[in-house]
């Protein structure tokens, strides 16, 4: 359950759908845009895991 309310999963349920929305629904949002989204979301969730695993290393 945790999981689910994790901001990190979420980051990356919403930047997958936009993705596939942009594709599959034809949006059509500049491909530079979605990219944009995309790579700021792999950035938060990147940097946000290393936080956390600095948290937890300092746990123990």
Same mark, same amino acid.
């Given at each position: 359950?945790? =999981?689910? =309310?994790?901001? =990190?999963?979420? &980051?990356?349920?919403?930047s997958? #759908? @936009?993705?596939? #929305?942009? !594709?599959? *629904?034809? @949006?059509? *949002?500049?491909? !530079?845009?979605? &990219?944009?989204?995309?790579?700021?979301?792999i950035?938060?969730? @990147?940097?946000?895991?290393?936080?956390?695993? =600095?948290?937890? !290393?300092? &746990?123990?």
């Amino acid at each position: 359950m945790s =999981k689910i =309310k994790s901001r =990190k999963f979420w &980051m990356a349920v919403v930047s997958g #759908a @936009l993705v596939v #929305a942009n !594709e599959g *629904l034809g @949006l059509d *949002l500049p491909i !530079e845009a979605v &990219m944009t989204v995309a790579a700021v979301a792999i950035g938060y969730i @990147l940097g946000q895991g290393y936080v956390d695993g =600095k948290e937890q !290393e300092n &746990m123990y």
